[in-house]
Structures are given as C-alpha cells and as structure tokens.
C-alpha cells in the first residue's frame, strides 16, 4: 500500500465514524422510544437495560388506539373523573391531522396565487413583498402568539381548531410565499405563452401547465407547513383549553401530569406521533430537495 | 392566409417601440422580420401572435380584424426561441396539448401526433420528457407542437439560435421544406442575415422600430432602399465611401480623396456638390496588379481565406479601408501595392443626410 492510498483509506475510515457517531446521536431516541414502547412494564426498567425488548407486546399501542384507560389516574386538574390520557389519544390524532391539513391547505392556495400574481402582474411593491414576508418569518413565532391570541378572543375562536388553523397559517404562510416565488420565478413565461396559444384558457394554463411545473416548490411548501402544525406545541398550549379539543403535541405532555409517568404509553404515543410525518418525508424527500434547491439558486 | 398590418404603432410606457408598420404578408408566402436585436420585430410577431396588445393600428387575417381576438382564437401556432415545451409533459403529450384543449377526439389525436412525429422524426421520443432530450431533437418537438394543429399562420421567434452551426443548416432546409409541406402562411423572426437570405420569400428589414425595406431577398441585396439595409444585408459586409457629387464633362462623378468615379451619364442635374455615400459590395470588387489601371491604388493590410474566397482589406488614403473578395487562388501578400477596380454599374448611392438611396437617374 503506497502511502497516497493509506491517506485516501484513513480519511474515508475518519469520515464513516464521524458519519456513524452522528447517526447514531440522531437515531438512538427514536430507536430507544421504539423499542420502550414495545416492552411490557416489567422490562421498561430492567437493569441492565435491554435495547431489543425481551418480550415483545402491544399493549401501549392497543391501550391509545382502543382508548382503554389505563391503571394510572390523573392528579391533573384537567384530567380527571376517572379519564386518562389514552382515551382522548385517537381524538387528538385526528384533531391534529385537522389543523395540520386545514392550515397547510389554506397556505399552499394562498401562498401559490399570491407567487402566481407577485411574478406574473406588474404592480408597485411586487418585488418588495417577497422580503418582507420572508422577514416575517424569521421573527420567532412567540412574538405572535399572545398578539393572535388576543384577535382570536376578539373573533370568539378560543379553544377552537379554527383558531389553531388560522394561527398556523400566520406563520407557515409567509415562507411559504417567499419559497413558491422564488420557485414561480424559475417558470419560464414562454410555455403560459405557448400554452395560450395553443388554445388554453388563463384558468387552464394555471392548471394545466403552471401549477404542474411548480409541483416540486407546491410539495416542498407542503412540507414544511406540514412540519411546523403538526409539531407545533406552543400555539396549541395557548389557544386550546378542553380535552376534546386538544393537539397531539399538547394531549401528549398530560401523560407527565399524573401521579406517575407511563413510559410505555408515553412512547407508544410519540412514535405514532412521528410516524406520519416519518412516512411523508419519506415518500416525497425527492420533491422536497428539488422544491429547496429552485429556491436557494433564484431566491 | 394573407396577414396585414396597417399603421402599427407599439408604445411601452414612454418608450415608442414600432412606429408605423404597415405591411402585407401574402398567403402562404414565408415572410422574414429582419433586423437586429431591440428592432422590434420580435414584439411585431408578439402582436401577431396576440400576446402583446397593439397600441394602434389594425391587424386582419384575411379579412377579419384580429386586433381583439385571444391568443387561441387566431388559429396561429409558434415556435419560440426557447422552445417552451412544458417541462411535465412527455413528447406525446407536449404535441397532442393543443388538440387536447381543444376537445379534438382521442383518436384524431393518436394520428396527428404519430403522423408529425414520423415526418419529424421523433416518434422514437415519444415517450420522453424535455429534460431528455438534446436540443435539435428539442427544437423538433417544438415544431411538432406546432404543425400538429395545422395552423392558418406558423409564427418563429428566431427557432434555430440555440441550435449549434452544423445543425442550424441543416434546421433551415428542413424549415424551409416544412413550410412547403404545411401550406401555411410562416412569419419567421431572426437577427442572422443568412437565414433570411437563404428561407425567405420575403423579407421585411427593420432598425429602430421602422419598417427599412420589404422586398424578395434579391431585392433587398441588389438594391437596398437605403444605409442601414445596404450594410446589414449580405456577408462580408458593403464597403461604404462619403464623397460629393460632382460632374466630369457632362457626365455625373463621385468625388472623393481617394476616388473619382465617373458615373451613368445623363444623371443627377442641379445637385452637384451634394454629399453622397457610395457603397459597393467586395463581391463587386476587382483587384488588380500595381501596374494596371485602377480606380483606387491601396496597401494590403490582411488576407482572410475563406475556403473558396479570399477576403483581401486593402487600405486606401490615410485610414480607411475597403475589403474586396477574390477567389482563393489570387496571389496576393500583405502590404502588396495593388489597385482595385470599382464598376460604376455596381455602386449604390446614397444621401449621407437622409441615408435613402440616391437615384441618379
């Protein structure tokens, strides 16, 4: 072995153990969650501690799908007559997926007519506002949270989804914009042109030939709207109030006000709670690096 | 179908882009906007098209006035300089699109599109997206795109600029056959001189938003209307002296420092002195031996070989020079003393003020 390949092996075997010490940092909560989650209570706190469960069981899972309350009862104040976290589980989920969706939605509808218009229409301001927009994002979003909360006393939306959603909305919508302008700014004008001419109508090039074209940015926004909702807990902390109405992120943290904690549940739930955006990442992480690199090279 | 402008006049906020267009595209004739860029002839083929509105004036299709219609109305099909093919559609489905809006049945559809694939030949990319294909084969589709639907008027904003040199030869011969094919009336848009020369059947010069000449390609060779046609048209480019007009004997003479050329006799009476500009093509150009007689004696001051010509600038009086074309067999060496021969039949002459051509006679 000459000593130019000696280095070439050494740096490639430094960069495997850096790249597997970071993995490793990342994973191992996932994979320790995962695995607590599947073990029996008798096993969660088995010394030496055990990575691969011993006994496999489904109990958690069965207890927050079905509902079943378990043995622990709540000192909470909002927990309780007997009620216990688990059985509002599958309620929280879909609320969640309610306020998660219902944001993205209006996000994306807003945020891809507003890039459609702000590069495609000559007004004053059109080059402005992309920046200014995207500065709103990058103001935390507790600023916002006691100023909206006070509007949505105002509309009576407290302890509303609704309210959640158009909080949602507030803060996705801005970078939302900005990335779709840039991404909308990359479609050449000649093939809206060209489809005009070929005989579509305004509505038709849109949908037909603008709104494919931008699909990369239209997913990559989705994403991220998506990300920030669904894990998002201060605005629901804020701006929910009863049981019923609650978000995963915040239903999830009664599981620490009872008079024990329940790690089996309470694991059980955070996988679930990762699962579906575990699943979208990766169905559509192509989409979302073609959707942020469009962005980075025009923005 | 016959295409007629009438008095066009384009204004993009302050700034006038044409200014009185008038011109008459008859039916199925390839007709040229020439010029170079920010001419305007790109917006004129953009206002017939539909796509920029006309500030005033009157467009007709035959007999209908178009000035108002949509885009999709004007049954026109274009083929624009950056091809626009949409980016999400395969081959197939980029030819068949304008069929598909239209509502044209599934099976028509089929036909068309197998049909120009196979005279295009692209019916092996079919299935393709526009990211894999090359350029050339991209430029097809756009065409394609465009014969599918059988269109009264074929527009082409300057279709084959992004195609490399070998190609765009090749491209131009098969444009030129297509448009025989296609029976359409084509107005074809370029900058490139030779393009124009080579396709067209008419060509209308442009430079600063006006109309310079509108003639067959001979026409705009053999007798440009004025300055700016005479030098932008033909390769290499006229040879240009100012002088005056002057007489010799009764004849009319062109006076210059460096040459005095008689002209055709019984012309221009009553204006000698007047200054004139007198063009004459390098083709037009005899070079002769130090010896002979010449209107212009000069020194070489380079020799280009072009393959089957040689260019030879030859300087005359204190900085000007003159380019003359000679086949490429002429013994002829830098800073030999040589004389050149001017026909009077092959000047053309202009008024330096106005830069119209001067009629002698």
Redesign the interface.
């Known amino acids: 072995m000459s000593k130019s390949e000696f280095w070439t092996l050494t740096r490639r075997l430094a960069s495997y153990a850096v790249l597997c010490a970071v993995t490793f940092v990342v994973c191992f909560p996932l994979v320790w969650a995962l695995s607590t989650s599947l073990k029996p209570k008798s096993e969660i706190f088995a010394t030496p501690p055990t990575l691969i469960p011993r006994t496999v069981t489904l109990e958690n899972y069965e207890a927050l799908l079905t509902g079943r309350p378990q043995y622990f009862q709540s000192a909470g104040q909002q927990v309780s007559s007997g009620t216990t976290p688990a059985q509002f589980f599958t309620r929280w989920f879909v609320n969640s997926m309610i306020v998660t969706l219902g944001s993205t939605l209006i996000s994306i509808t807003v945020s891809t007519l507003a890039a459609y218009s702000l590069t495609r229409f000559r007004y004053w301001g059109r080059n402005v506002i992309p920046y200014f927009s995207l500065l709103g994002y990058m103001v935390p979003s507790i600023i916002f949270v006691f100023p909206l909360f006070l509007v949505m006393v105002q509309l009576d939306l407290t302890d509303s989804l609704l309210s959640l959603v158009l909080g949602y909305v507030c803060i996705t919508l801005p970078f939302c914009m900005w990335l779709m302008w840039a991404f909308m700014r990359s479609i050449p004008i000649e093939i809206e042109e060209a489809a005009l001419i070929d005989g579509a109508s305004r509505v038709q090039v849109f949908t037909q030939v603008v709104l494919p074209t931008a699909l990369p940015g239209i997913i990559a926004a989705s994403i991220f709207s998506m990300i920030v909702s669904w894990n998002d807990y201060l605005f629901g902390r804020v701006f929910l109030n009863s049981l019923d109405n609650l978000t995963l992120t915040v239903g999830v943290m009664l599981f620490f006000e009872g008079t024990h904690v329940d790690w089996g549940l309470l694991m059980a739930a955070s996988v679930l709670m990762t699962l579906p955006m575990a699943i979208l990442f990766m169905a559509l992480q192509r989409h979302l690096v073609a959707g942020f690199g469009a962005g980075a090279v025009k923005g | 179908m016959d295409v007629s402008l009438d008095r066009i006049n384009k204004s993009f906020g302050a700034v006038q882009v044409l200014r009185d267009v008038d011109l008459m595209f008859p039916s199925r004739k390839f007709v040229t906007l020439l010029g170079p860029s920010g001419c305007g002839k790109t917006t004129l083929l953009r206002m017939i098209?539909?796509?920029e509105a006309v500030t005033s004036g009157t467009i007709r299709f035959g007999d209908r006035v178009v000035n108002d219609l949509?885009?999709?109305d004007r049954n026109?099909?274009?083929v624009?300089?950056?091809y626009?093919?949409?980016?999400?559609?395969t081959v197939r489905r980029n030819l068949g699109?304008?069929l598909r809006?239209?509502k044209t049945p599934k099976g028509d559809i089929d036909t068309a599109v197998t049909r120009v694939a196979r005279i295009l030949e692209i019916d092996h990319l079919l299935d393709r997206k526009p990211a894999q294909l090359s350029g050339g084969q991209r430029q097809r589709v756009a065409l394609g795109?465009a014969m599918v639907?059988q269109p009264d008027i074929f527009l082409m904003d300057e279709p084959l600029s992004n195609l490399d040199a070998k190609l765009r030869v090749t491209m131009r011969a098969e444009l030129r056959r297509f448009h025989l094919d296609l029976n359409a009336t084509t107005v074809y848009v370029t900058h490139d001189q030779l393009e124009a020369m080579t396709m067209s059947d008419l060509i209308a010069v442009m430079h600063g938003g006006i109309v310079q000449q509108f003639g067959t390609p001979a026409e705009v060779y053999g007798k440009p209307a004025n300055l700016f046609v005479a030098g932008f048209i033909g390769s290499p480019p006229m040879n240009f002296i100012t002088g005056t007009l002057a007489s010799e004997g009764d004849r009319p003479a062109f006076s210059s420092p460096e040459l005095t050329l008689p002209l055709a006799p019984g012309a221009a009476k009553g204006s000698p002195g007047r200054d004139i500009v007198l063009g004459v093509r390098p083709q037009d150009l005899t070079l002769v031996g130090e010896q002979e007689p010449a209107s212009i004696r000069g020194r070489v001051w380079v020799v280009e070989l072009l393959g089957s010509e040689k260019l030879v600038e030859v300087t005359i009086g204190e900085r000007r020079r003159m380019t003359v074309q000679v086949r490429a067999d002429t013994a002829v060496n830098v800073d030999d003393v040589v004389g050149v021969r001017v026909d009077p039949q092959r000047v053309h002459l202009f008024d330096a003020q106005s830069g119209a051509i001067f009629r002698v006679s």
């Open positions: 098209a539909g796509l949509a885009p999709r026109i099909a274009m624009f300089q950056s626009a093919l949409y980016p999400q559609m699109y304008g809006v239209r795109r639907r």
